[in-house]
């Protein structure tokens, strides 16, 4: 492969590779996330403290919600996580948050055979649940959120777009967290987040991997494809070069 060749498979190849990275992006999946939460290993609470070894990797344990003071919402929903963002809309595809709310309540996960204590304080996001999305424009959200709307964009903001995404989990949910497992300083079972936080389901896995997949998930296919060839033709071109370079 001749260095203008090799120069030119590069260029292909950088562009497949940024395409399919920004496709990826736009579609909002959450494909790192999907990764890890699939592929764990799925436990119950009581399999979990019944294990002699502790497990070396994050596992997904499943169990209900006790919870002794949930937030109670006006509609009369008891709740352990609610998640709130408020937006509005900047253009070109972006959002800019006028309101992140986030309120928590630590629980126990358990079912008939023990429990566990979490803190979903200390969740990754987004929570894997449905979330509950209105959509609007500023003039329809409340005094508060109409004014820091307008201090966001420096103008009246009421034909703007708006919208306010909600995620909750209920005390009735069953849950599936990943975690990680590890002894405490007493010789407990606890249950620790990984690296960016407990990953938080109401649903089944393969609800749950959809849902990550977000609302374009016939694109991320054709874009990992593009981002595998990129990548392949950057590398075929990085070597050819050098090794033109050498033969010279």
Do not use: C, K
Not at 175 to 191: F, K, M, N, Q, T
Not at 202 to 208: K, R
Not at 219 to 230: D, E, K, R, T
């Amino acid at each position: 492969m001749s260095l203008l060749v090799a120069a030119l498979a590069a260029g292909v190849g950088t562009l497949l590779l940024l395409g399919g990275t920004l496709t990826i992006r736009a579609t909002g999946a959450q494909l790192g996330l999907g990764r890890r939460f699939a592929g764990a290993r799925e436990l119950s609470v009581g399999e979990l403290l019944d294990l002699g070894e502790i497990p070396s990797r994050p596992v997904r344990v499943v169990g209900r919600i006790r919870a002794g003071d949930p937030l109670q919402l006006p509609e009369g929903e008891r709740l352990v996580v609610f998640h709130r963002d408020v937006e509005i809309h900047a253009g070109r595809g972006r959002w800019r948050t006028v309101e992140r709310l986030r309120e928590t309540r630590s629980f126990d996960l358990w079912d008939h055979d023990g429990s566990l204590p979490l803190d979903p304080a200390r969740a990754a996001e987004p929570l894997v649940v449905i979330p509950e999305i209105w959509r609007g424009t500023v003039n329809e959200l409340d005094v508060t959120h109409r004014r820091a709307a307008e201090r966001l964009v420096s103008a009246a903001a009421d034909g703007i777009a708006a919208r306010a995404i909600t995620r909750t989990v209920n005390i009735v949910d069953r849950l599936r967290v990943l975690a990680i497992v590890r002894r405490s300083a007493a010789g407990a079972l606890e249950l620790a987040p990984p690296p960016g936080g407990y990953v938080i389901s109401n649903l089944e896995v393969d609800e749950a991997i959809r849902l990550l997949g977000g609302p374009r998930r016939d694109l991320i296919g054709p874009a990992l494809v593009a981002s595998f060839l990129g990548a392949g033709l950057l590398v075929a071109a990085l070597g050819a070069a050098i090794g033109g370079l050498l033969a010279h």
